[in-house]
């Protein structure tokens, strides 16, 4: 597609249930990074794919967060048992072999943990 | 532990004046640095960069300035315009593009 696409753009979840959150990069890009925005705060790193590489989980708050790329393309978050603190804006951008012109960013989806 | 600081929450500046807008770092290996402007429900968009081995970049009416001994860099808008109204983030990287810290971002408000 034309620019980062990111499903739901909206999610309300109970405490204790568990979101999936999608992302679908540029047609071609190799990298794609997972970032979150709480309230007040910049943006927090959270995961790293390239390529076939191992992915890079450093950012990664706690073992109920995971994030797989299927077929070098689409990327699932997967927030399990969800918390109150999980509440943020979950951004994801990719980018391609030139980094003349930064991440391009998803318009996000905004997780409430209620 | 913030690495990346941007001080000023917020910042309102008449249409036609220059806009300044500040970010500090504390880690002096970042060496690739990055402007974002986000608008309300929409992702950040690249917006200027700066490499360590200059000390400024400019683009249109958008200048970066970066001073590595005081580990403080800085986006001047001029003139600014009600367009530019939006969050500016600061973002920085050391040595690698597989991550950035970003600052908690900048809200300009530019009145016409």
């Known amino acids: 597609g034309a620019g980062v696409s990111q499903s739901p753009s909206n999610k309300v979840t109970e405490k204790g249930k568990d979101v999936e959150l999608r992302c679908d990069p540029i047609?071609?890009?190799?990298?794609l990074y997972w970032y979150r925005q709480s309230l007040g705060q910049g943006l927090e790193f959270l995961i790293y794919?390239?390529?076939?590489?191992?992915?890079?989980k450093s950012g990664l708050p706690s073992d109920r967060f995971s994030a797989e790329r299927t077929g070098g393309s689409v990327s699932t978050l997967t927030i399990q048992r969800t918390q109150q603190e999980d509440s943020a804006v979950y951004l994801c951008?990719?980018?391609?072999?030139?980094?003349?012109?930064?991440?391009?960013f998803g318009s996000g989806t905004r997780l409430t943990v209620v | 532990d913030q690495q990346v600081k941007q001080n000023s929450p917020s910042l309102s500046v008449q249409e036609g004046r220059i806009s300044i807008l500040n970010c500090d770092y504390t880690?002096?290996?970042?060496?690739?640095f990055l402007w974002y402007k986000k608008y309300p429900a929409e992702g950040p968009t690249f917006l200027i960069s700066?490499?360590?081995?200059?000390d400024k970049n400019e683009d249109g009416r958008f200048t970066v300035f970066l001073n590595k001994s005081a580990k403080h860099l800085s986006l001047h808008i001029v003139p600014s315009q009600p367009g530019d109204s939006a969050v500016y983030f600061c973002?920085?990287?050391?040595?690698?593009?597989?991550?950035?810290?970003f600052g908690s971002g900048t809200k300009l408000n530019v009145k016409p």
């Open positions: 951008a990719s980018t391609g072999l030139s980094w003349n012109y930064g991440y391009t």
């Open positions: 047609s071609g890009h190799t990298a």
């Open positions: 794919f390239q390529g076939n590489s191992a992915p890079d």
């Open positions: 880690n002096s290996m970042f060496d690739y």
């Open positions: 700066i490499s360590s081995i200059k």
């Open positions: 973002a920085a990287s050391a040595g690698n593009f597989n991550k950035f810290y």
